[in-house]
């Protein structure tokens, strides 16, 4: 069975402030992907990123960051100087690849609602 | 590239009532679609999926059931609902399965 962990409920940042979201998950698939979505107050998901469990390489794009650390399991994700609009819900996500190559829809953490304030 | 249209984007049932909520896709052919629910305060669960007309995959056992009568369109129902089916529910497609969701606008539903 999978599972993602977002243990962070609820931050709270003042802007210009870095932060870091955590995700850790369980699996015991030796190929899977993980995700991240944002979830503005609209309701919304917007794709952020997919990572191939393949590939641990850190990936950087303007002020988002990702740390995929397949030794223990976790995906983080870091604001850097953080901005009013980037306040939403962030959700982490794993998807299950089965023998067929395929997956079976993903599974996703609780969230971490983040709150930037100015 | 792909656009969900899910509707209605609010709905208000009594307990007992049926439901269908809609979801098209355009932009694309033969997609994989799935419907996922956010509880308050709880994660994005996976109820269903499809990857053909026709075919469709139960994550959850629930009074819900979701159907693909056409290749773009993906029905979620209930003959009954209940207080605990009360969520935020999103549609979601993507052409392969390992590549990004692309969601759809969700729909609050809030069974009274």
């Known amino acids: 069975a999978q599972k993602v962990t977002q243990a962070q409920t609820e931050i709270s940042v003042v802007e210009k402030e870095d932060v870091t979201l955590d995700c850790v998950y369980e699996?015991?698939?030796?190929?899977?992907?993980l995700f991240w979505y944002k979830q503005p107050p609209s309701g919304e998901l917007v794709f952020l990123i997919r990572?191939?469990?393949?590939?641990?390489q850190n990936e950087i794009s303007g002020r988002y960051s990702w740390n995929f650390q397949k030794s223990t399991s976790s995906f983080n994700f870091t604001i850097t100087a953080s901005q009013v609009v980037d306040s939403a819900v962030y959700f982490c996500?794993?998807?299950?690849?089965?023998?067929?190559?395929?997956?079976?829809?993903?599974?996703f953490g609780k969230g971490t609602h983040l709150i930037i304030q100015p | 590239s792909q656009t969900i249209h899910q509707w209605p984007a609010t709905l208000v049932q009594p307990v007992g009532s049926p439901l269908s909520l809609e979801c098209t896709v355009e932009?694309?052919?033969?997609?994989?679609l799935y419907w996922y629910r956010q509880a308050a305060g709880r994660g994005l669960q996976l109820l269903f999926y499809?990857?053909?007309?026709?075919?469709i995959s139960s994550e959850v056992p629930q009074n819900l059931s979701a159907s693909r009568p056409q290749d773009r369109q993906f029905i979620l129902s209930s003959k009954k609902l209940l207080l605990s089916d009360s969520g935020f529910y999103l549609c979601?497609?993507?052409?392969?399965?390992?590549?990004?969701?692309?969601f759809g606008s969700g729909t609050q539903l809030s069974v009274l």
């Open positions: 979601a497609c993507n052409r392969d399965s390992r590549e990004k969701l692309f």
């Open positions: 499809s990857v053909g007309i026709g075919q």
């Open positions: 996500a794993l998807a299950h690849v089965n023998s067929g190559g395929g997956a079976d829809g993903l599974t």
């Open positions: 699996t015991r698939d030796t190929t899977y992907y």
């Open positions: 990572r191939n469990s393949f590939d641990e």
């Open positions: 932009g694309t052919s033969n997609p994989n």
